[in-house]
């Protein structure tokens, strides 16, 4: 078959559409008795859905990520060998004390 | 004062074709919730999608059911319609009531060709819509052993009222890209008709 016979064939095989007000006005009704029946008309007010999109506009999608990194920090910083510990430090008051002339300069 | 009257009418007539909401203001009632913005949405575009849809899955109930169910959608996601002029909402509309009724004719099982009915009607147009009918059986058939894109392109071209470019948009294709689809299409569709034994329009007769 060449393309205008096949043109022709698919073109002959479409039957007349009936395209009416009447019918029009019967969609249009049932368009609107669907929408008055379901309660597909507008978003649902689902609370459990408005928890977790408050939650996620409190929390913005990195604040996990940089608690996760925060905790993860503390612990490979803690987990570290603490070599300054081992150092007695004198407090800062002795050394004060230990450097404070026990008398008046020039007597 | 009927001269006058007729005057004011096509003042009137001229004004409102003036103020004639486009596609995307109507989209912004309607996601509002105006159901007279939703209604000329509708009274704008069903017809267009009735026979399209009609054309595709080869009956009127079907048709209504998947125009129906893509109205609704539109009322539901009216919403979230964004109006940033880069997608145009007829193309959506084409596209959601061709990718529905091709799913819905993908899904009803087709009746056996011998099943097509002997015409009964002898009168020269009852004698043509029988003919009509079983070329449509036979076409619905080819049409559905094609891949699913071939079958978009080919409903768009013979039975949607759009252009080239315009099939092309609501296929998301470039130009040649979907003139290309449609050629493999039609060979296809060649092939498939060929396989049911129709090679030209006499076959049917």
Same mark, same amino acid.
């Given at each position: ?5 096949? @043109? ?27 929408? @008055?029946?379901?309660?597909? $008309? ?31 920090? $503390?612990?490979? $910083? ?27 300069? $020039?007597? | ?23 995307? &203001? ?36 079907? &048709? ?103 099939? &092309? ?10 003139? &290309? ?25």
């Amino acid at each position: 078959m060449t393309a205008p016979l096949l @043109d022709d064939f698919v073109r002959s095989s479409l039957p007349p559409i009936d395209l009416s007000a009447a019918r029009l006005s019967q969609l249009t009704t049932s368009v609107f008795a669907e929408i @008055d029946r379901t309660p597909v $008309g507008r978003p649902e007010f689902r609370p459990t859905a408005m928890f977790w999109q408050c939650l996620r506009g409190a929390f913005p999608r990195y604040a996990i990520p940089m608690v996760l990194a925060a905790i993860f920090g $503390g612990l490979l $910083g803690a987990s570290l060998p603490q070599a300054d510990k081992t150092v007695s430090q004198t407090p800062l008051s002795t050394l004060l004390t230990a450097s404070a002339p026990s008398q008046p300069l $020039g007597f | 004062m009927v001269h006058k009257g007729n005057h004011l009418s096509e003042d009137d007539a001229a004004r409102s074709s003036e103020i004639e909401p486009d596609d995307d &203001a109507l989209l912004v009632g309607t996601a509002a919730g105006d159901r007279r913005a939703f209604q000329r949405l509708m009274e704008r575009h069903s017809r267009a999608m009735l026979a399209l849809s009609q054309r595709v899955v080869g009956n009127t109930h079907d &048709a209504d059911e998947v125009v129906q169910e893509a109205f609704l959608k539109v009322w539901t996601k009216a919403p979230q319609w964004q109006i940033d002029g880069k997608a145009k909402f007829s193309t959506w509309l084409y596209r959601v009531v061709l990718n529905a009724s091709l799913d819905r004719l993908r899904r009803t099982p087709l009746a056996p060709l011998e099943d097509a009915g002997d015409i009964v009607d002898p009168t020269p147009n009852g004698l043509d819509r029988a003919l009509a009918t079983q070329r449509q059986k036979v076409l619905a058939r080819a049409m559905t052993a094609l891949p699913p894109r071939q079958q978009a392109a080919l409903s768009l071209h013979y039975f949607g009222d759009v252009s080239g470019p315009q099939a &092309a948009e609501i296929l998301q294709l470039s130009l040649s890209a979907c003139e &290309a689809l449609l050629a493999r299409g039609k060979r296809g569709l060649r092939k498939s008709l060929a396989a049911l034994g129709v090679t030209g329009l006499g076959d049917m007769l």
